[in-house]
């Protein structure tokens, strides 16, 4: 039986508690961290390495866990004093699943003493996690420490049922073999689908900066290595799941979202692959007149901006009209996300101001719309807000699409809103410490974590939304598409360029 050592925020001592669950037996040591990353009498203590070092002694490492969660990214959401122990202590920590608990979820843990994992697990849930919880639940999941679900198959199983007997037995993929990568090709076997998944042949995949953030720091959570990341594709549909009703038949042309982070990190999900597979939900024929360059380009950033609506309480059938008077400020309109914000919001009803650099002003005009502003402008704020007052219309709603963007948003809401409420979504993560404003809602835009709710969601998103869209010619592939080659070994480069910083442009690469 292994041990569970928990760092009690708040008492200065080390809590030990027995692992009476065999699930957590298997898997050894769990550290938790308090809220400041450490146990002390208050949450002002400063962490020194001397703290850390003493603490390390207790704490068995166990190898199994390596690369069960990195935790540098999910730090970026937390105090100072975490951030720093995950920045001086980064290599003896990333040994441990790190469960981040806030509050009266520390005293549900110790209290709880693990010993039926599932109330546990019902205790977290209930807590509405702070999104950084959820994380490490994934991660915890996914290494069987609480596992309600079949775990997700290794890359190094050769085993498995589900292989297929049919198709060719193995095809190229872009592996990620460890945190840090770099992605080499190598073969791995061509899974059947399961009962709710589509098997696709990959002909494009597009680049989302979440992508470097996994192959680099391994999040959001990698937690089966070798790993296969990616999540945006098109291609052509190779075999349906036995369940599968509504997603285009084999020999089908389609647009897809094929993640495994959302499939506790399946590497039979992810796109980085010649087969993938996708959930049915998140599969839509590419039409005739796109090519699969240009259907790539639509998953995750239309995702993440219509998430964007749902997170902050407005649904995706919203329809208003020019008397309404309905206003939105997309701050980063000619980013991918910010495109597909622009795009929706015109489709909802809404009129938009936007921020892009001047020389993208007419793509985000062109996409919908109504005024864009040069965020670099000393005077961005003044402008915006005369425009609106202008205009005459109600802004009381905000998209920050990238970093950097919630501190103008708040200056130029607290010019239009007066004493309504107004609500921002938030799509980078939000800071430690980020600025508010009175009556102002102020979320980070995430799917739900509840899978059920998660997939009607993505139905909603891309048969709801996208594929009428499409299919109508309202919604277009936005923004422009930078084509990069090399194939499924170009991806590790072309993941390069995406992180050095791309400017109104989506890297597609061609397989
Ligand atoms: N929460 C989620 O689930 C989720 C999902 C996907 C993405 N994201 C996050 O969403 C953000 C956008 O992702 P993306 O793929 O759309 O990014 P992207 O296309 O790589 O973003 C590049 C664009 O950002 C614009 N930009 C940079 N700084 C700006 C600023 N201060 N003000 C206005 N525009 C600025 C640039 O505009 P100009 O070229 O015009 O200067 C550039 O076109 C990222 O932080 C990403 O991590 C979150």
Redesign the pocket.
Known sequence: MSETLCNNYGTEEIVKLRARSTELTRCGPLLVLGRDGLPGPTSSRTLTPTDLAADRKQIVRTPDLTNACNAERLGAGLNAPFVTLIRQFWSPLSSYPILCEQGQRKKILLESGFGDTSDLMQALEGASLHMQTSYMLRVLRANRLFSTKKPATAISSSTSARRSSTMAAQHEAAILPQQGGPLSLGKRPTPEPGPNDVLIEVKAVAL???DH?QRDYGM?PVPIYPAIIGSDTAGIVTKLGSNVKTAPGPGSRVIAFASSFYQNGSPDHGSFQKYTLAQSEAVIPLPESLSFEEGAVFP??V??AL??WTTIGIPLDTKYTPADKQAVLI??????????AVQSAKTLGFTVYA??????HDL?KKIGADAVFD??ASDVVSQIVSAVKKDGVKLHTAHC?????LQ?TLDILKETKGDAPAKVA????LPEGHPTLDNTQIT????SMDEVARSKHINEVFNGWLKPGLESGKVVPS?NIQIEGGGLGGIHAALDK?KA??????IVVPV
């Open positions: 989302n900066p979440c953030f959001p995750l950033a995702l993440t998430t964007a701050w980063g309109a000619s980013s991918s996300v910010g495109t597909f921020t892009a650099s001047p020389k993208h985000v965020y670099r699409v990238v970093d950097g963007a103008p938030h799509s980078p993560l980070f835009n995430f799917p923004p995406l910083g791309v400017s109104g442009t989506k």
